[in-house]
C-alpha cells in the first residue's frame, strides 16, 4: 500500500496544461527530495523530474516539479498526444521501516 | 548505451521459489545501489528492495522481508533477486532499476536524495497453481 497519494487522474486538452499532486508525510516527501516518473504500459518507466525540481537531459522544459512541506507537484504545459501515460511520484521514506515509495499513479488523458 | 536487461521469470506455484537476473552494461556497476521494483496487473509501481554497492546495506519493503533476498555479483555486472514462498500477490513485472541515492546530514537526521535513473524492460513472474 502507497504512503505516497496522486489523484487517479487528469485530462485536459492539446496544448492546455495539467498538475499532478503527491501526498506524502514527515517521514518522506516533507524530508526527502522528490521524482517524477512516465510510465506507458509494455515500456520501461522514464525519469522526468528528480530532487523535487531539476530535469534530466532530454526532457523538455514543459515538464515540471515542486515541493513543498509534505507535498509536491508536477506539471506538464503544452499538452501533447504524446503525453497520455501514467505518471507517478517517488521518494525515500525514512521510517522505521525505510525504503523507496512510489505514489498511487495518476492517468493523464489528453482529450 | 547503458543498460539493464532482467530474466528469469515464468510461471511458478504457490510457495514456489523464483531466481531473477539482471545484467548491466554500458556503466560501472559497481559505483551504483541498484533496485528492483515492480509492477501487479493493474497496479501502480511497487518498490521493492535495494543494495548499496558494496552490499553492506539492503532495504525490503515489509511485505517481501524474509521472503525475498536482493544480491548482487560485481565481478559480472548482474543484480539477483531470489524470490521464496511466493505467494499470489507477488504476481507482477519485475524491474531492475539503478539507483542515485545519498543521504546529507540534516539537523537532527538525514536528507535522502533518491530517484532511480536508468530502468530495464521488465520480467514476467506469474504466481499460480
Known amino acids: 500500500q502507497s504512503v505516497l497519494t496522486q489523484p487517479p487522474s487528469v485530462s485536459a486538452a492539446p496544448g492546455q496544461k495539467v498538475t499532478i499532486s503527491c501526498s506524502g508525510s514527515?517521514?518522506?516527501?516533507?524530508?526527502?527530495?522528490v521524482s517524477w516518473y512516465q510510465h506507458l504500459p509494455g515500456t520501461a518507466p522514464k525519469l522526468l523530474i528528480y530532487?523535487?525540481?531539476k530535469r534530466p537531459s532530454g526532457i523538455p522544459d514543459r515538464f515540471s516539479g515542486s515541493k513543498s512541506g509534505t507535498s509536491a507537484t508536477l506539471g506538464i504545459t503544452g499538452l501533447q498526444t504524446g503525453d497520455e501515460a501514467d505518471y507517478y511520484c517517488?521518494?525515500?521514506?525514512?521510517?522505521?521501516?525505510?525504503?523507496?515509495?512510489f505514489g498511487t499513479g495518476t492517468k493523464v488523458t489528453v482529450l | 548505451e547503458v543498460q539493464l536487461v532482467e530474466s528469469g521469470g515464468g510461471l511458478v506455484q504457490p510457495g514456489g521459489s523464483l531466481r531473477l537476473s539482471c545484467a548491466a552494461s554500458?556503466?560501472?556497476?559497481?559505483?551504483?545501489?541498484m533496485s528492483w521494483v515492480r509492477q501487479a496487473p493493474g497496479k501502480g509501481l511497487e518498490w521493492v528492495a535495494n543494495?548499496?554497492?558494496?552490499?553492506?546495506?539492503?532495504f525490503y519493503m515489509d511485505s517481501v522481508k524474509g521472503r525475498f533476498t536482493i544480491s548482487r555479483d560485481d565481478a559480472s555486472n548482474s543484480l539477483y533477486l531470489q524470490m521464496n514462498s511466493l505467494r499470489a500477490e507477488d504476481t507482477a513485472v519485475y524491474y531492475c532499476?539503478?539507483?542515485?541515492?545519498?543521504?546529507?546530514?540534516?539537523?537532527?537526521?538525514?536528507?535522502?536524495?533518491?530517484?532511480?535513473?536508468?530502468w530495464g524492460k521488465g520480467t514476467t513472474v506469474t504466481v499460480s497453481s
Open positions: 543494495i548499496k554497492q558494496d552490499a553492506s546495506e539492503k
Open positions: 532499476a539503478r539507483d542515485i541515492f545519498w543521504r546529507a546530514a540534516a539537523e537532527a537526521s538525514y536528507t535522502y536524495y533518491y530517484y532511480i535513473d536508468v
Open positions: 517517488g521518494t525515500w521514506d525514512s521510517s522505521l521501516n525505510p525504503g523507496g515509495v
Open positions: 514527515s517521514s518522506n516527501i516533507g524530508n526527502n527530495y
Open positions: 554500458g556503466f560501472t556497476f559497481s559505483n551504483y545501489y
Open positions: 530532487d523535487n525540481d
